[in-house]
């Protein structure tokens, strides 16, 4: 494969790098796999079948804010901390995300810790499918770690919440990028959740998370990720939030928009979750 060009590379590792240090007494791997209640997988049932030897499992709606009705919402820093050192992470793990359906949960994880001030983070590129497709080891032993000392300190410079996203549909600070299949932002098929609007959030602009994505599930070159944003209206020298269904494929967005250089991407955390589900929200259902 010829140099992507990536302007922060830290944010993937490669399989061929991971296979190499699967071992290594500093890493962890997460396995951070997440379904659309509409296709009837299990993430947790997949995880306890097969995962990439030494993984833990990281459950988005465990790790989230209990009080909110919405799903898997930020928690805030000392729920995470003490929930991530349980799991056996620490203060110097190198951390390598990865999951099942390419760049959605493991991009999740991914910005949940850059979130939380945490740095050494990194998602598989081509995640668990170039891995079981280059024939790499698996395993369905659950390894558990000691609980560990994690600090976690919530840099809301990359959250927006619905009365900044409000706020933002006349001030236009941020450029809204809505990573969901064409025919939701259009309204012209139904959300996998019941109870919700169609349509987006007025003035956003539409790209699809699998268009930033290889057919191996590897992110693009920055050549043609930079295309994809710019086809679709994005400046990308601009200020950015993302969104998507729940907050997850949002993170696609962030991690593509990272790997060009942008490293102050902004999700909406309740995404159209929140947004679709209320009344009081505008909703547009044309580009």
């Not at 997988?41 to 988005?60: L, M, T, V």
């Not at 050549?223 to 601009?238: C, N, T």
Request: with cysteine; net charge negative.
């Amino acid at each position: 494969m010829s140099d992507p060009g990536y302007k922060n590379p830290d944010a993937l590792v490669s399989t061929d790098w991971l296979a190499a240090h699967l071992d290594a007494p500093d890493l962890r791997i997460i396995d951070a796999s997440h379904h659309l209640p509409t296709t009837g997988r299990n993430a947790k049932a997949e995880y306890d079948e097969q995962h990439i030897p030494g993984a833990i499992f990281w459950d988005i709606d465990a790790i989230s804010d209990h009080s909110s009705d919405l799903p898997h919402m930020l928690p805030d820093a000392d729920q995470f901390a003490r929930q991530v050192g349980a799991l056996g992470i620490g203060d110097g793990h190198k951390i390598v995300v990865y999951d099942t359906v390419s760049a959605t949960g493991a991009a999740r994880v991914w910005w949940t810790f850059r979130v939380f001030g945490y740095r050494d983070v990194a998602v598989l590129n081509g995640s668990m499918r170039k891995w079981l497709d280059e024939g790499r080891p698996v395993t369905s032993e659950v390894k558990t770690y000691g609980e560990r000392s994690f600090t976690a300190r919530k840099n809301n410079t990359l959250v927006r919440d619905r009365q900044q996203m409000l706020a933002n549909i006349d001030a236009k600070r941020d450029q809204v990028i809505d990573a969901r299949a064409a025919g939701r932002f259009l309204a012209q098929e139904p959300e996998p959740r019941a109870g919700m609007r169609g349509g987006h959030i007025p003035g956003s602009c539409n790209v699809p998370f699998p268009n930033l994505l290889n057919k191996d599930g590897t992110y693009r070159s920055v050549d043609e990720l930079r295309a994809a944003f710019e086809q679709a209206g994005v400046d990308i020298k601009k200020p950015v939030a993302t969104t998507c269904g729940s907050g997850v494929t949002a993170c696609t967005l962030a991690l593509g928009l990272y790997l060009i250089g942008d490293t102050e991407t902004a999700v909406y955390d309740g995404s159209w979750s929140e947004w679709g589900s209320r009344q009081d929200t505008p909703v547009e259902t044309t580009a």
